[in-house]
């Protein structure tokens, strides 16, 4: 946040929306004459609403749901008070820049037209540091959050049942768009989803998807995937290899995060997708050499049965030390004794899995999913 002249004045100014919890506050720094002649300045007159994304205009889904997720979360609760004159989404991609945005932006933007949010004349802007024209905005009366880390505002729930209310109107949309495509006509889930039976068959009868990342600063990748696949092969004979990238359509996305009933996966933001899952009885298992933080399942439990699978072998040697110590908590996921460096360079890094963790990992939703116990079927039972 930029402000001219003593912050005292901004901060008289401006209103803490009170809606989230606050991790990443805005930090505050003069404007000298000489930016403010180099730059535009717009002038919103009128209540302005000012959200935060994370890591400006990039094609994250993740960094656009910190921003945009806000706004759905304060439209079902229904707080701050309305209408805006200007909502101003800072830090944030523009949601026509890709077909996945322009899909998710429409889901909110109805929903606060529904609620009286904006008006005809309400002004929207995208403000990232990824283009070339970054004006300054001076506003007249503004409300604003300060947090990043939540999906949908706080994660109420009713603003969870509203989400489900809005995935599965894409979801009927898209059918009819296929319909009309004579594409058949199959609801993006598993026939045999609703099975609960404790019995070799639905195990045997599991789909499991191993996901790979495409794109981002580092792949993450299974180097001894092939060992994975063996071991997930004892199980069921239903698996595949997936990815997703950031100029995947819509449809595709929604497709992919609801064709498994397991999913293994690094840390990353493709987990933003877990938003589209249709049934709660889908587990994810994020792998990664020590818990980086708990960000996804917090965002994703009420969407699937989620773990994360900690202890798996970084390539880089020299680090593994590390992931042992920071392992050994006495908090699960602590930055006790293990920096957030640290565990930046273990997120990054590709894993050796180790096997015996990842089978008790897989084991347990198994047996979530089915409803049983390994042992009983293992039994005979």
Not at 223 to 228: F, G, I, M, Q
Not at 356 to 375: F, G, N, P
Request: aromatic content about 10%.
């Amino acid at each position: 946040m930029r402000y001219l002249n003593l912050s005292s004045i901004f901060e008289r100014s401006a209103t803490a929306a009170g809606l989230f919890r606050v991790t990443e506050p805005y930090q505050l720094e003069a404007i000298t004459e000489a930016e403010l002649e180099s730059n535009g300045l717009i002038k919103l007159s009128g209540k302005t609403l000012l959200l935060q994304c994370w890591r400006g205009g990039k094609k994250q889904p993740a960094h656009f749901m910190f921003g945009y997720g806000k706004l759905f979360g304060g439209i079902v609760t229904g707080q701050p008070s309305t209408p805006y004159d200007n909502i101003v989404f800072f830090q944030c991609p523009a949601p026509y820049r890709t077909e996945f945005f322009k899909t998710v932006w429409e889901m909110i933007f109805f929903r606060g037209l529904q609620k009286g949010w904006y008006t005809n004349s309400t002004r929207f802007f995208a403000a990232n540091d990824h283009s070339d024209y970054n004006p300054y905005f001076c506003m007249e009366s503004v409300t604003y959050d300060a947090s990043v880390g939540m999906l949908l505002g706080s994660n109420e729930p009713k603003v969870l049942s509203a989400w489900r209310v809005e995935v599965e109107r894409v979801i009927s949309r898209e059918l009819q768009e296929r319909a009309r495509a004579k594409i058949a006509q199959t609801v993006p889930t598993n026939s045999h989803r609703l099975e609960r039976s404790c019995e070799s068959e639905c195990i045997s009868n599991l789909e499991v998807s191993i996901l790979q990342r495409a794109e981002g600063s580092a792949k993450r990748r299974f180097v001894n995937l092939d060992e994975v696949i063996e071991l997930v092969s004892e199980y069921t004979t239903n698996l595949k290899i997936i990815s997703v990238h950031s100029d995947m359509r819509f449809r595709d996305t929604l497709d992919a995060f609801n064709s498994f009933d397991i999913l293994l996966t690094p840390h990353g933001s493709h987990l933003t997708n877990g938003l589209f899952i249709t049934s709660n009885l889908t587990s994810i298992i994020e792998v990664v050499a020590t818990c980086f933080n708990l960000d996804w399942q917090k965002n994703l439990h009420e969407f699937a049965d989620y773990h994360i699978s900690q202890g798996h072998q970084v390539v880089n040697d020299s680090l593994n030390k590390d992931v042992l110590r920071c392992n050994d908590q006495t908090v699960f996921c602590s930055r006790q004794n293990c920096s957030l460096k640290m565990k930046k360079k273990m997120v990054q890094s590709d894993l050796i899995v180790n096997l015996t963790v990842l089978r008790a990992d897989i084991e347990k939703s198994i047996e979530t999913r089915c409803s049983c116990t390994l042992k009983d079927i293992n039994a005979g039972v």
